[in-house]
Nanobody, 119 residues
């Protein structure tokens, strides 16, 4: 069982910045693909960004150039730096830990953290 815990959400004005953090348990963290997803009211959960164990990254087109995902394997933590925030970035942001265990792919989610972009 892997525990995933997000933090860092809040209220920010348009154009502002926030940094989300996600801590995951487990000694094999460096092999996890970690991802940030978000879900706005009435919408499906969507991918924001992922970072693999080799530090390769993937971003949704809507956040490219504004958001940066990074990881610190020594702290079992992944970050999402969000700059130039827009009202449409308002959502609950979820962290996901994804990895292979033998032949099975396992996926664990955090409880989510609210990000509200409003003046």
């Amino acid at each position: 069982q892997v525990q995933v815990v997000e933090s860092g959400g809040g209220l920010v004005q348009p154009g502002g910045s926030l940094r989300l953090s996600c801590a995951a348990s487990g000694t094999a963290f460096r092999f996890f693909t970690m991802g940030w997803y978000r879900q706005a009211p009435g919408n499906q959960r969507e991918l924001v960004a992922t970072i693999a164990g080799d530090a390769s990254t993937n971003y949704a087109d809507s956040v490219k150039g504004r958001f940066t995902i990074s990881r610190d394997n020594a702290k079992n933590t992944v970050y999402l730096q969000m700059d130039s925030l827009k009202p449409e970035d308002t959502a609950v942001y979820y962290c996901n830990a994804n990895f292979l265990s033998g032949a099975r792919r396992l996926s664990y989610w955090g409880q989510g953290t609210q990000v509200t972009v409003s003046s």
